[in-house]
């Protein structure tokens, strides 16, 4: 199992404190979706491999660092991935983008796609997987799903927030995948939603409901 790693940087909490706040404004929100999400690609992308290449400083030849691999792939699920999509390609203005159309039928809480489309050569990729909320897991699943039925191999996923029971469903079902989350919250309600967690992601960012 890949594991779980929780982002508890007290700026990444901050920030997140004040998202869950319901008094926070949607313009308010979606800045600080953007903002986090720059932490957040920070540790998820703090292993990656370094090779180097010759370059002229203004004063002499080096051997300077730099990535090493193919481009990453940042794979958002619609809609409210977008709002970490953003502030990461910010960070990696170079990475290839994904876009993973789901929605959760809110009486069966499975998801349903409306639209997929990937960079075709997804095997020898890293692909993060991006969407601030990990509930049922019935999202995160079906788009992991879909990115190996694509020929991805080497995937992890980043989120905000993370209910345990989403968070169990996801390591049983997809245990090569390693979670990036701000945060595990406490519990799924009723309807599948994360408490005490920040309610409906994609209507807080875009106004919706
Ligand atoms: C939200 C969220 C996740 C999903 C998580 O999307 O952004 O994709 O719910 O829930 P799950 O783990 O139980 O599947 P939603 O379906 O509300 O769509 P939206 O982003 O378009 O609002
Ligand atoms: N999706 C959301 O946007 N929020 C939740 O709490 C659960 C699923």
Redesign the pocket.
Same mark, same amino acid.
């Given at each position: 199992m890949k594991g779980v790693t929780v982002v508890n940087h007290p700026l990444v909490q901050h920030k997140l404190t004040i998202m869950r706040d319901k008094e926070t404004s949607t313009a308010g929100f979606r800045r600080l979706l953007r903002e986090i999400s720059l932490l957040l690609c920070y540790e998820v992308t703090r292993d990656l491999e370094l090779t180097t290449r010759t370059i002229e400083t203004p004063m002499m030849t080096m051997e300077a660092p730099t990535l090493e691999g193919k481009k990453l792939v940042f794979a958002s699920v619609l809609r @409210?991935g977008n709002g970490l999509l953003d502030g990461m390609l910010d960070l990696v203005p170079a990475a290839r983008v994904a876009h993973i159309g789901l929605y959760?039928d809110h009486d069966t809480l499975q998801a349903v796609e409306y639209f997929f489309k990937a960079p075709s050569n997804l095997a020898d990729r890293l692909v993060i997987v991006v969407d601030?909320?990990l @509930?049922?897991a019935n999202?995160a699943i079906a788009a992991i799903d879909k990115l190996k039925e694509r020929g991805a191999t080497n995937i992890r996923f980043l989120c905000l927030?993370a @209910?345990p029971e989403g968070i169990e469903r996801f390591t049983s079902a997809h245990p090569d995948v390693a979670v990036f989350t701000a945060s595990i919250d406490d519990k799924?309600n009723e309807k599948?939603?994360?408490?005490p967690?920040?309610?409906? @992601?994609?209507?807080?960012m875009y106004g919706t409901k």
């Open positions: @409210a959760r601030p909320m @509930a049922t999202s927030l @209910a799924l599948g939603y994360i408490l967690g920040l309610g409906d @992601a994609g209507d807080r």
